[in-house]
């Protein structure tokens, strides 16, 4: 395959990040329907292990003050108030999440 890479769209509450095809793609000789495979994860868990919690909140703050690097994928999931940048306001947002009521959708 040597197409697009497939993409899903960033919803309310998770980013998709291709994984692949299933079934594995291989030499087609006859019809097949092949689906891409998403992960899932979940607005505002920057360092991915399934909760959104203090820690991510961290996380935005040392890549907003210049001490540490995130992934692309990273970012897509650090961009909680979804303006296109990671900055302090998605830190702040963080910390509203789990400080609140105000939870992240």
Do not use: C
Not at 17 to 27: K, R, T, Y
């Amino acid at each position: 395959y040597d197409g697009e890479t497939p993409t899903k769209t960033t919803d309310d509450k998770y980013v998709y990040e291709f994984m692949g095809w299933d079934p594995d793609l291989a030499l087609v000789t006859a019809d097949v329907t092949y689906n891409a495979v998403f992960d899932t994860y979940l607005i505002g868990d920057v360092n991915m292990d399934g909760t959104v919690d203090i820690f991510d909140a961290v996380e935005v703050q040392k890549y907003a003050s210049g001490k540490e690097p995130l992934t692309e994928l990273q970012l897509r999931i650090a961009d909680v108030n979804k303006d296109g940048s990671v900055t302090y306001l998605d830190m702040q947002r963080l910390y509203q999440h789990f400080s609140s009521d105000n939870k992240l959708s």
